[in-house]
């Protein structure tokens, strides 16, 4: 086994290599760039190196940097996590030249399924069923244009060297076809640096099932059963789960089989992935071999007990796989969701701050965090904004999404705006609890997902109050010298009648006061014409129990100072945060004048230009931030006064980029 690792990554998969090779006591060497001086990752290694700037090109993309870093410290091995370097046939060739191990496939093996035309046209040799498409080497506009129309529409454009949704775009008709090769190509130059793509005919409502392999060198090729991943948004994985809700024993066995016969192919070594797209009557297509470990590896670890990374130190320092096919045996079921610092109510917005509050679940049999960030970290535009991996284990699937339903609602992230309430709204969406859901379903209903900004109804208000009122008086019990005094006591007491007061509460930038009599947890609460009686609260760690109108409840609550954050019976999330009780300022935007940049990025594209008529909704500018495009839309009809972004130009948040007159 190996005495030094380095590892060519950074964030949760770089902590998760780290863990497993301190286990095995490796000693362990960190790469950062400039913005992770002070990252997790930095601070777990046994060592770290700086090896450029912020961006990924400067940095983690630097093959001939992290080379020369593992030279110096002497590293036997270098793990590349997933994306970055992890699929680059040049650094694992010039990693084998330097003598150091790559852990991961031989570059014959990326070479081979790293292009997705490539990866088709071997599947072909092996009569792997293919969706029908093109791979051609043909790259012309015309030429795609062509074979675009003899593939038919619906379509979908790939960029060949593409992985994690980047350079995907639906073409529904051939009108559509021009601007959207062109974005996918622009998408797919920033994330790979190269252009070419593929079509393929859109397999109208698929599920996307991928099944976990692994070679050794001494000719071994086994899989790991499957994982369902067809709560996409955007291309994106969302929720991951295996077994799959969908296969049957027959379905799963064929599947296997034609996972295995794709990593022999291309006599492969170490982890990969060979992923599906399978129809509605069960019948499946390849889609491609990703040659690395999978961000959702862990619900295989979790089901069959197993850790992947060892397994891929010891098949990359020449031992044989740990067990056989027969041995392999998978127990419950496992789910994993992504936690990013995103805004769903905001086209899934990428956010950047400091976390100045990070509240995850604690770690048990049926709960795992995988995370790169702690609490007063910073998530920056650089890189992608996922915070943590949550996973939870159950005997069986009911019992696992209620696990998971749980761990969400302890869950609670300050500072970027979060896709938490998203994804608990998703564990209780009927097409995710009956398994029926397909890759593009959450796309055409996202409105489901989504909160909208509704209002609190009245009971929810008055829970919420009942909980402030306890911490209150909890806090004021706590500071005073003479906890036993009457004065140490927040209940507005009065002679001669009950005490009143107002606990104000802001949600959605809407301010929400309830009047209070009482104290102690008996309180009769009012807000406009509506009242409630609540007897007996009690407010624990996690959770608030009362009676409300003599009706028991108990509802997951955490409380402070400066916010309430409570799900109601239905397990919707309302954050309020604690507003002064007789102070209250409002706010008014300033209309639709203006476009601003929601984030620091780069601007690739401007579609307008002064003195422009433009109807609301309409493109404006293109930018690129945190490997994403994003489209700036007009957000009125109306004349365009003037442009202040130019292509290639890289703009600060709130930069305003167009004026309109008026």
Known sequence: MFERVLIANRGEIACRVIRTCRRLGIHTIAVYSEADKDARHVRLADEAWPIGGPRPADSYLRGDAILEVAKKTGAQAIHPGYGFLSENTGFARACVEAGIVFIGPKPESIDAMGSKAAAKALMEKHDVPLVPGYHGENQEPAHLAEQARKTGFPLMIKAAAGGGGKGMR?????SEFADALASAQREAANAFGDTRVILERYVEHPRHIEFQVFGDTH???????ERECSSQRRYQKVLEETPSPFLNPER????????VASAKAVDYVGAGTV????????????MEMNTRLQVEHPVTEETLGLDLVEWQLRVAAGQPLPLTQEQIQAHGHAIEVRLYAEDPEQNFLPGSGKLVRLRLPASSKHVRIDGGV???????????????KLIVWDTERPKALERLRAALAQCEIVGPKSNIAFLERLARHPSVVEGTIDTGYLDRHLDEFLEGGAAP???????????ALLQEERSVSASAADP??????????RIGHAGKRVVALSLHEQRYEVAAHGHGGDYRLEHGEAACEVHGARLEPDALSARFDGEAQRLSALVDDTRVLLH????????????PAFAWASTESTGGNQVVAPMPGRIVLVKAKPGDSVEEGQELLVMEAMKMELALKAPRAGTIESVSATQGEFVEADAVLVRFEG
């Not at 702690?374 to 943590?388: L, N, Q, S």
């Not at 109804?457 to 909980?467: G, K, M, P, Q, S």
């Open 275 to 286: 992923e599906f797209i399978v129809g509605a009557d069960g019948e499946f297509f390849f």
């Open 219 to 225: 000719g071994n090729v086994i899989h790991l059963n």
């Open 374 to 388: 702690v609490e007063g970290d910073t998530v920056t535009i650089f890189y992608d904004p996922m915070i943590a």
């Open 457 to 467: 109804t009245d009971r929810v208000l008055f829970a919420a109050a009942t909980a």
């Open 170 to 174: 639906i073409v529904r008709g051939e």
């Open 484 to 493: 036993h005094s009457p004065w140490a006591s927040a209940d507005a007491w």
């Open 252 to 259: 799963r066995r064929a599947m296997g089989e034609a996972a």
């Open 568 to 579: 109601d019976a239905a397990g919707r999330r309302y954050r309020f945060v604690r507003a």
